[in-house]
């Protein structure tokens, strides 16, 4: 599967985004499509992660309550809604799909995803 993100861009502290992540090659509901990101100097790092079968959803502690990731299969694109954004939001977000998984899968780790997308930049002004 091929992955291209989209949609991020230059925000003011409290605005929002929405990503975008369209898939080619197979369904997004074949795999486990999750959201990582990487800001200057740091470690790849969970965002969020919603499961082919069943459309579970999974966030990162230190942003839930403020990211939202859904799919729309008609298009075979995942989104990540991300509201009042802070300046230590600013980061490259990749989009990310998981072939093999299970209920007991730790999805914040990045080594078990299959394909990555090239990253969309996001930058929170203060």
């Known amino acids: 599967v091929q992955l291209q993100a989209s949609g991020g861009g230059v925000v003011q502290a409290g605005g929002s985004l929405r990503l975008s992540c369209a898939a080619s090659?197979?369904?997004?509901?074949?795999?486990?499509m999750g959201w990582f990101r990487q800001a200057p100097g740091k470690e790849r790092e969970f965002v969020a992660t919603?499961?082919?079968?069943?459309?579970?959803?999974y966030y990162s502690d230190s942003l839930k309550g403020r990211v939202t990731i859904s799919r729309d299969t008609a298009k075979n694109t995942v989104y990540l809604q991300m509201n009042t954004l802070k300046p230590e939001d600013t980061a490259v977000y990749y989009c990310?799909?998981?072939?093999?998984?299970?209920?007991?899968?730790?999805?914040?780790?990045?080594?078990?995803?299959?394909?990555w997308g090239q990253g969309t930049e996001v930058t929170v002004s203060s």
């Open positions: 990310t799909a998981r072939m093999r998984y299970s209920i007991r899968s730790n999805f914040a780790t990045a080594s078990e995803y299959d394909y």
């Open positions: 090659g197979r369904a997004v509901s074949s795999y486990a």
């Open positions: 919603i499961t082919g079968s069943g459309g579970a959803t």
